[in-house]
């Protein structure tokens, strides 16, 4: 099904392209000239067709002339999509150089039409997808976007293309176009008052500058705001000092710069940075492995494990819910769940034997023994407030009188 369906988009690729072969005839009872737009168009639709179907090569060509005759009717935005999308072909066939060269082109074209928010955006997704296989040309539209960015005022986002250019020049020991790039950044900062940026600026240009076996360059640029490390660090490398070189790889001031720029630090040496190791991009792990360990040990169902495994792969809000939607029990399961355990018999309890009736223990108390005429009464004669001659009746007289 699948290569019946890259037939029919071939074989309507190849429709198209006839159309536009005869939009360009010329004859003298039809068209006088040649109808530059309508075989772009169909230029335009006979590669998205070739493109759909596979067929990279005869995309690419129909997109090649569908920009050509863009460009001679002056839809300047229509030929560099054309451009744009005959770099992507280009980069499918394996031709990273012609794709550099027609995202080179497309940029252009947006510059011209005077669309340079879509000229950046198809400049940067050039640079990431030619990173890897030519990184110089592809810092340099980092460098391109960075300064469209610029010259519209958008200093952010200029400081993030001069940032991605920095990167990629300090991967491949590319030290003087980083140090280019890093100047350009610092520039930037310097506008917008950012201090702290500024610093660490500098002092990745003493870094960098070390880095290429110039000492005297990186003398000057501590003239800024620079740690106090970069003097201490031009001193242990003029020396040769690899002990003092290897601790203040690890100051402060150092580690907390880019990765690519703290990792020079480390090696660099009277003549120059250098044994540093070529630092790539490492694929991300799988992120579902640690998850699947984790409920395999708690041992959970299989099934219940793989929903687990697919939810936690796309970590959001909307999936946790289906998550706990999905493994939280219902009223009605935990009811058929309690009916369907088989009944445990509980153990008769064990009759007690009655125990037999036992008297209530005697205490033996001392007897009270009282003497014959003696007064039983256990308050004794003080202890009854109404006894006494002074009263009668319950009536108390008043002897302050008398």
């Not at 596979?54 to 002056?74: G, Q, T």
């Not at 400049?123 to 976007?145: D, F, V």
């Not at 002092?203 to 740690?227: E, F, N, P, T």
């Not at 407030?385 to 009668?392: I, K, L, Q, R, V």
Request: charge should be negative; charged fraction near 25%.
């Amino acid at each position: 099904l699948r290569l019946s369906m890259e037939q029919k988009h071939v074989s309507e690729a190849l429709k198209e392209k006839k159309l536009a072969e005869g939009a360009l005839k010329t004859s003298f009872f039809g068209n006088w000239k040649p109808d530059n737009d309508s075989a772009a168009h169909h230029y335009e639709k006979a590669g998205q067709f070739f493109k759909l179907g596979k067929s990279y090569a005869e995309s690419r060509s129909c997109y090649i002339e569908a920009a050509k005759y863009y460009d001679a009717a002056r839809v300047l935005f229509s030929a560099g999509k054309c451009h744009e999308a005959a770099g992507v072909c280009s980069k499918e066939l394996g031709r990273f150089e012609e794709a550099h060269h027609h995202i080179e082109l497309a940029g252009d074209y947006y510059t011209q039409n005077g669309t340079a928010s879509t000229a950046i955006t198809c400049y940067t997704k050039g640079a990431e997808g030619l990173s890897t296989k030519l990184p110089e040309e592809a810092a340099k539209l980092y460098l391109r976007a960075g300064d469209l960015e610029r010259d519209n005022d958008h200093t952010r986002e200029a400081i993030k293309c001069f940032l991605g250019a920095k990167k990629i020049f300090a991967r491949n020991k590319m030290y003087k176009e980083c140090i280019t790039a890093v100047q350009l950044t610092r520039e930037l900062y310097e506008q917008m008052e950012q201090y702290e940026h500024i610093k660490k600026c500098n002092m990745s240009l003493v870094i960098l500058h070390l880095a290429r076996g110039d000492s005297v360059a990186a003398k000057q640029a501590i003239s800024g705001d620079v740690s106090l490390a970069a003097d201490e660090l031009i001193d242990a490398v003029e020396n040769g000092d690899d002990e003092t070189i290897k601790k203040l790889s690890s100051h402060g001031d150092i580690v907390y710069l880019d990765t690519e720029i703290a990792k020079i630090a480390k090696f660099l040496t009277q003549d120059g940075a250098l044994n540093v190791p070529s630092s790539q991009r490492s694929k991300p792990s799988n992120p579902t492995s640690t998850t699947s360990s984790i409920f395999k040990s708690s041992g959970q169902k299989s099934g219940v494990t793989s929903q687990k495994d697919e939810l936690f792969a796309r970590p959001n809000k909307q999936n946790r819910d289906e998550l706990f939607a999905r493994t939280k029990p219902s009223s009605q399961t935990d009811r058929n769940e309690l009916f369907s355990r088989p009944a445990v018999a509980q153990p008769a309890p064990v009759a007690q034997p009655a125990p037999a009736f036992q008297p209530a223990p005697v205490i033996d108390t001392p007897p009270v023994t009282t003497n014959p005429g003696e007064d039983t009464n256990p308050f004794g004669d003080d202890s009854n407030p109404f006894a006494g001659d002074d009263h009668e009746g319950g009536v108390l007289e008043d002897t302050s009188k008398s």
